[in-house]
């Protein structure tokens, strides 16, 4: 079974400048949450989309955004790029929200350079 | 403010020794904790959890001990491997399950032969 993937895995972007990020959850999982990465903030909850639905969302600015897809997958956009966005930024998917959390698996993640 | 709290960046450990890595929470809500285990360039993968209705859990060469007074866990890692060189986080979440998980800032742990 083909695990989570991401794209891209490497981005390297401007300020003030957006970016779309890809997630494809495991085939048949339909919860798919968002986390970013920072050397100082450790990993922080973005957001979590199920059945096309935001359920729950971490705190973040209004820059931060993300969408889910009837096939489950999903993408996250962030505008206006600043320099502290510079992550890695890490896609999980579950078959349900609140289900066994050993069921939730991550991808590689997709590593942001804002310059 | 961090609601899980992983006071070691870092833990050198010599190969066959105990890891122990330690893991503090304030939010006296959470009722499910994680381990997580990191390679670079690799997502995190799930390694052990523990419910708050219980204080020990086991599996393997992994041990997750949780003391809910002291708003504590710990990581036992025994005996430790090369393979074990990674960084590991902690994890919480308030309702049981996968939603919205508040980790910690992880701890890298290097096993020297």
């Known amino acids: 079974k083909a695990g989570v993937t991401q794209t891209p895995r490497y981005l390297i972007k401007t300020r003030g400048q957006q970016v779309t990020l890809s997630c494809s959850p495991i085939s048949g999982h339909r919860s798919v949450s968002w986390y970013q990465q920072t050397p100082g903030q450790g990993l922080q909850f973005l957001f979590e989309y199920f059945s096309e639905t935001q359920r729950n969302k971490g705190n973040f600015p209004g820059r931060f955004s993300g969408r889910q897809f009837s096939n489950s997958r999903s993408e996250m956009n962030v505008s206006t790029l600043e320099l502290g966005d510079s992550a890695l930024y890490l896609c999980?998917?579950?078959?349900?929200?609140?289900?066994?959390?050993?069921?939730?698996?991550f991808g590689p993640g997709t590593r942001l350079t804002v310059l | 403010d961090q609601q899980v709290k992983q006071n070691s960046p870092s833990l050198s450990v010599q190969e066959g020794r105990i890891s122990i890595l330690n893991c503090d929470y304030t939010n006296s809500m959470f009722d499910y904790f994680l381990w997580y285990k990191k390679y670079p360039a690799e997502g995190p993968t799930f390694l052990i959890s523990?419910?708050?209705?219980?204080d020990k859990n086991e599996d393997g060469r992994f041990t997750v001990f949780l003391n809910k007074s002291a708003k504590h866990l710990s990581l036992h890692i025994v005996p430790s491997q090369p393979g074990d060189s990674a960084v590991y986080f902690c994890?919480?979440?308030?309702?049981?399950?996968?939603?919205?998980?508040?980790f910690g800032k992880g701890t890298h742990l290097i096993i020297q032969p």
């Open positions: 994890a919480a979440s308030e309702r049981g399950g996968a939603d919205g998980l508040t």
């Open positions: 999980a998917s579950s078959l349900r929200p609140g289900g066994p959390v050993d069921t939730q698996y």
């Open positions: 523990i419910s708050s209705i219980k």
